[in-house]
């Protein structure tokens, strides 16, 4: 069964970067077949693609997030990153990462982390 | 980018009723793109409906999917408590994905 996970601070200082992981467990990211996405949720909020990552290492980005995200593969088969620079107030949110089958949805997401950008 | 514009934004039903969601594209979509999830309160997602049409594993055949091109509708008949939540409806495009805004189902 696979799983995934972030981790990383909860906590973001207003201009820092934002930087998360994503652990997978039950699976390896070094295959073809999948797309490991970042997501979030402001609060109360809806859901809003980051981007994602492909086990090449090409990534593709929300035009509304591609000049300060950054998503990388981790030095193991098992996890990805997310960077989000320059981050504001209005980054908090809960940050989801998942997977994306090739039957075009996402099939498994990690429990979610929250991360408030406060001074 | 395709924009994915959800209606209504809340959707009150009486207990055993039918609920109409519908997801509105702003180009069109291959139905085998469009997908639909259901969100409960500190939940992540959990798919409802993918390729427009299809019911995800476990989920009862309450749930119908339909539509093409820009209109997609997600149904729900003979609404249960356990169908409160919010609905999303997602389309993949060209190395890009987006959401709909959401639909909340709750019980009139």
């Known amino acids: 069964q696979v799983q995934l996970r972030e981790s990383g601070p909860g906590l973001v200082k207003p201009s820092q970067t934002l930087s998360l992981s994503c652990t997978v467990s039950?699976?390896?990211?070094?295959?073809?077949?999948?797309?490991w996405n970042w997501i979030r949720q402001s609060p109360g909020k809806g859901l809003e693609w980051i981007g994602y990552?492909?086990?090449?290492?090409?990534?593709y980005y929300n035009s509304s997030l591609k000049s300060r995200a950054s998503i990388s593969l981790g030095t193991s088969t098992t996890q990805f990153s997310l960077k989000l620079r320059s981050v504001t107030v209005a980054d908090t949110a809960v940050y989801y990462c998942?997977?994306?089958?090739?039957?075009?949805?996402?099939?498994?997401w990690g429990p979610g982390l929250l991360v408030t950008v406060s001074s | 980018e395709i924009v994915l514009t959800q209606f209504p934004d809340t959707l009150s039903v009486s207990p055993g009723g039918s609920a109409t969601l519908s997801c509105r594209a702003s180009q069109w979509i291959a139905s085998s793109y469009l997908v639909w999830y259901q969100q409960k309160p500190g939940q992540a997602p959990r798919l409802v409906m993918y390729?427009?049409?299809n019911r995800a594993i476990g989920i009862p055949d309450r749930f119908s999917g339909s539509g093409s091109g820009t209109q997609f509708t997600l149904t729900i008949s003979r609404l249960e408590p356990e169908d409160l939540a919010v609905y999303y409806c997602q389309q993949y495009g060209t190395s890009s994905l987006s959401f709909g805004g959401g639909t909340k189902v709750e019980i009139e």
């Open positions: 990552i492909y086990y090449n290492g090409n990534s």
């Open positions: 998942a997977r994306f089958s090739p039957a075009y949805y996402f099939d498994y």
């Open positions: 039950g699976g390896s990211i070094n295959g073809p077949e999948y797309y």
């Open positions: 390729s427009t049409s």
